[in-house]
């Protein structure tokens, strides 16, 4: 499954190469043009990695280093900057930074960085958003609720923590396997059981919406649609 990362970078020519070969690499790449923008994205969507720049419009890379440190402090980040000077280098490290790379540098290098993050970090919790939006819902992990205009559902953990893993792989067809060994840690068939009954039981909550559905593909595992 490829790694989502959220590449914040103003410059319209580095930004688009930055992307396009990211992708090549196999990453799914979201791209925004300023701290503001990249918050915005966080609170709908989760991020394996985060790339910022520093100096943007509207609100800093710096700036929203400081933010994520305190909102997402699971989630990593390196600076790809321009700022070169020593006391910058040592602020970004010093506000979380798990890399610092100044401009010029070599693609390749970036990639290979980044790889290296995400081998330190996988074993990591992904901080959760504080609220998404599915649909007419509002999903708010951290409280177990799941909130439509007509009625509140109190979730169990596991229920909040599988709808919170479909959301994060909506629009791509989930193997059973993935989802048992990433919630239930082993795929066996008591795990696999208990598994289907929270499906059904997320399918009911979510029922008022007919734009959602979690789809079983026979076989494979489930493809959740929003």
């Known amino acids: ?24 690499n196999h990453f799914e790449v979201h791209r925004v043009f300023n701290g503001q923008e990249a918050r915005a994205m966080l609170e709908q969507q989760l991020y394996d990695i985060l790339i910022l720049d520093v100096m943007m419009p509207k609100e800093d890379g ?20 321009a700022k070169k ?3 910058d280098v040592l602020k970004g490290l010093k506000l979380g930074a798990d890399d610092y790379m100044i401009k010029p540098f070599d693609a390749d290098e970036l990639v290979y960085r980044i790889h290296n993050i995400l081998r330190r970090t996988q074993r990591q919790v992904i901080q959760v958003p504080e609220h998404i939006q599915i649909g007419i ?11 439509s205009p007509r009625a509140q559902f109190a979730l169990t953990e596991k229920e909040s923590q599988l ?13 059973r396997t993935d989802i048992l060994n990433h919630l239930w840690k082993e795929a066996d068939f008591f795990n696999g059981r208990s598994m289907d009954v929270f499906i059904s039981r997320l399918r009911k909550h979510l029922s008022a919406d007919p ?8 076989g494979v ?3 959740f649609k929003c």
């Open 221 to 223: 595992g489930f493809n």
């Open 85 to 87: 000077m020593k006391e």
């Open 137 to 147: 819902f509002r999903f708010e992990p951290k409280n177990l609720l799941l909130i």
């Open 1 to 24: 499954m490829a790694h989502k990362v959220l590449l914040v970078e103003d410059d319209l020519d580095l930004g688009h190469l930055l992307k396009q070969y990211l992708e090549i």
């Open 211 to 218: 734009t959602i559905e979690i789809e079983s593909v026979r």
């Open 62 to 81: 710096f700036t929203l280093a400081k933010k994520l440190t305190l909102q997402y402090p699971n989630i990593p980040f390196l600076f790809v900057t």
């Open 163 to 175: 709808l919170s893993y479909l959301y994060q792989n909506r629009g791509s067809i989930i193997k």
